[in-house]
């Protein structure tokens, strides 16, 4: 129970915080990642009021065995920048820059309506389904 309390609040916050910050309007990302034309450098501090708190959570749950939860932390993340890192990477940003929206605003953004989050949804979804099979394929030709 306390596990799904923690979720729903955090969720809450998370949705809240994209809704005043602006990350759920396409324009507003789309200028952000338009540097060399009309660049809209206010969603840097959205970054920076992501990360710099992330960074506190890190620092002080590294002396911690167990989260608030009761449930023990995940395995720290190979640090290598591996092919699938890489490959993920421009997949998901090329998404982004055309779009405009990573897969929490575009939840977020579906309480608007419209045909476009519903079809940007849906790619998303479908791309989370196939990228097991692709990367698997990526590996058997990165191994050969």
Request: hydrophobic fraction near 50%; charged fraction near 10%.
């Amino acid at each position: 129970m306390t596990r799904i309390l923690i979720a729903a609040l955090s969720g809450g916050l998370f949705g809240a915080g994209l809704l005043v910050s602006g990350m759920t309007d396409t324009t507003k990302v789309q200028g952000w990642l338009d540097v060399f034309g009309a660049w809209d450098p206010t969603l840097a501090f959205v970054l920076g009021g992501a990360i710099l708190p992330m960074m506190l959570a890190w620092h002080l749950t590294t002396r911690r065995e167990r989260a608030l939860s009761g449930e023990s932390f995940p395995a720290r993340p190979d640090p290598r920048l591996g092919h699938n890192l890489v490959v993920g990477s421009v997949l998901f940003g090329a998404g982004w820059g055309l779009v405009g929206l990573c897969p929490g605003p575009a939840l977020a953004s579906l309480s608007w309506g419209g045909t476009g989050g519903v079809t940007f949804l849906l790619a998303m979804i479908a791309g989370m389904l196939v990228a097991k099979p692709i990367r698997l394929r990526i590996d058997q030709i990165a191994a050969a």
